[in-house]
């Protein structure tokens, strides 16, 4: 009895899992939900993806001093923005070959092998037949009321786009250098501007605490110092991130890692204030009629209408002629040759208004784009105008933070040596080295931003060149440029 029981509960226990296991087969037949997590609180740990080979990106020398056009050539060969927009070129370039090929014959050819036999109404067979058939068949658009000709010319001006928008991410990326440049610069310059000022003020304590010794200072004037000190020690360190992080943007904006270690060359210890030969007016026809992205999104517009009209002509009649040409061979029996030659003219009558939505869907992409176009250019006189008036009060700003900085060090000359014949005061000093401090801050600022002021304008010019050998690339020859680096330069007036 009991083994009875024993064995009906296993069977029913087998049946009952059967049934489980055919459950899961029925609701997942291929069982995909074992390459996901079973708990939604679970992370996945499964199989990654294969590591892939990387570009070899071009590390420079960390002792050889880099200058900013070097810096730029880096970027342009090492960042993978160039490597994307040169792509998209290509890829336009190649819609472009995709699209000619309607003027071309279209030919196919095939080898077809039978071997059936058939049976008589009478119920008689018939003798086995092998045949062995080659044929080509060739075809050629004669008419389509300009429906190739559109969607040739919408894929030029897609290709000049994306040409044009190569050169804007070329621009882009030597802008991003530029701005990681002087802000290194600046960064750099901070720092060496707090080291003086912390060895200024650690002389100052050290006078005041001679002073106290002597009896001609109190325990409150070396409190005093002491806290300068310390002032000017956190400016310093606060500085020294700054550079720290400064140089792991440049790295970046350089396409290379943030730990590659490099040197910059020196720059001009000073600047001079230098006036702009063209008024902001001529500076802005020059950007409405030169800058790529504005032209690119002309270009774009001007696709996007002969799109509508290629959308337009098919919903037109075509005509095509076709031949075909075909040997048959027999097995034991004799071989034969037949052929085919005609016209046809394609009508389409009813496609549930597809060519007609088609159409006026690429009618309202083009007013978009037109819109975008304006919109831009519109951007691009605000740019210009900006960077104009950057560039003027940069100018205004580096003069006066020169003359700023001589008078504060010759105040604080004057406050040292007072301090030091016993006529001044402590406070009197610490205040000429704050002030010190401040002008030689306000000069790094002024400085720096002379020199984003010229870069910024320059980006909203978009003018080419922009790097030492841009200019020996010839004037829309090649349909791409060789290379991810180099620039394109076509010309489209943009319509306004």
């Keep these: 009895m009991f083994v009875t029981v024993c064995l009906g509960l296993s069977s029913a226990t087998a ?58 050539d880096l970027a342009l060969r090492n960042n993978p923005q160039t490597r994307s927009a040169w792509a998209a070129a290509r890829a336009a370039a190649s819609q472009v070959g995709i699209e000619l090929a309607d003027y071309s014959v279209q030919a196919s050819g095939a080898l077809s092998y039978l071997r059936a036999r058939q049976i008589s109404q009478t119920g008689v067979r018939q003798p086995i037949i092998e045949r062995y058939t080659p044929s080509v068949t060739l075809s050629y658009a004669l008419f389509d009321f300009g429906s190739r000709a559109s969607q040739v010319e919408a894929a030029r001006f897609n290709l000049l786009a994306a040409n ?54 109190t325990i409150g004037d070396v409190f005093r110092a002491e806290t300068a000190v310390a002032q000017a020690r956190l400016a310093l ?41 063209e008024s902001v007016t001529e500076l802005v026809e020059r950007a409405k009629t030169g800058r790529p992205d504005l032209v690119a999104a002309e270009a774009t517009a001007r696709s996007l209408s002969a799109t509508a009209r290629a959308a337009a002509a098919a919903g037109l009649p075509s005509i095509t002629t076709t031949a075909t040409f075909a040997d048959n061979y027999f097995v034991s029996r004799p071989d034969g040759t037949n052929w085919t030659v005609g016209v046809a003219v394609n009508i389409p009558l009813f496609t549930g208004y597809r060519d007609t939505y088609t159409r006026r869907l690429a009618e309202a992409n083009t007013e978009r784009q037109i819109a975008v176009r304006d919109q831009l250019s519109n951007q691009v006189e605000l740019d210009v105008w900006q960077g104009y008036f ?34 001044g005061s402590l406070l009197e000093v610490i205040t000429a080295q704050a002030d010190d401090v401040n002008a030689r801050v306000q000069q790094i600022t002024a400085q720096v931003n002379w020199y984003t002021a010229f870069s910024q304008l320059n980006f909203a010019l978009g003018s080419l060149p922009l790097v030492p050998g841009a200019a020996t690339v010839p004037q829309g020859n090649a349909p791409v440029t060789s290379a991810p680096g180099a620039p394109y330069s076509p010309s489209l007036p943009v319509q306004k």
């Design 15 to 72: 049946l009952s899992g059967s049934a489980l296991a055919a459950e899961g087969w029925w609701r997942d037949p291929r069982n995909l939900e074992s390459l996901i997590t079973q708990h939604p609180n679970t992370p996945w740990v499964g199989d990654r993806l294969p590591a892939s080979a990387k570009p070899a990106i071009e590390i420079p020398n960390a002792e050889r001093p880099l200058t900013l056009a070097e810096l730029s």
């Design 164 to 217: 044009l928008s190569q050169n804007r991410t070329l621009q882009a990326v030597i802008f991003a250098v530029e701005q990681a440049y002087y802000a290194l610069l600046g960064s750099e310059q901070l720092v060496r501007s707090g080291q003086i000022s912390l060895r200024n003020a650690q002389t100052t304590f050290e006078a005041t605490e001679r002073r106290r010794q002597s009896g001609l200072a």
């Design 237 to 277: 360190q606060q500085a020294e991130g700054l550079v720290a992080q400064a140089r792991g943007r440049l790295a970046f904006s350089a396409g290379l890692p943030v730990t590659t270690r490099y040197t910059l060359a020196p720059v001009p210890a000073k600047l001079e204030a230098t006036k702009l030969a």
């Design 390 to 423: 950057n560039v003027q009060t940069a100018n205004t700003a580096l003069t006066t933070a020169q003359s700023l900085v001589r008078t504060a060090a010759q105040s604080l000359e004057v406050a040292e040596a007072r301090y030091k014949g016993g006529v």
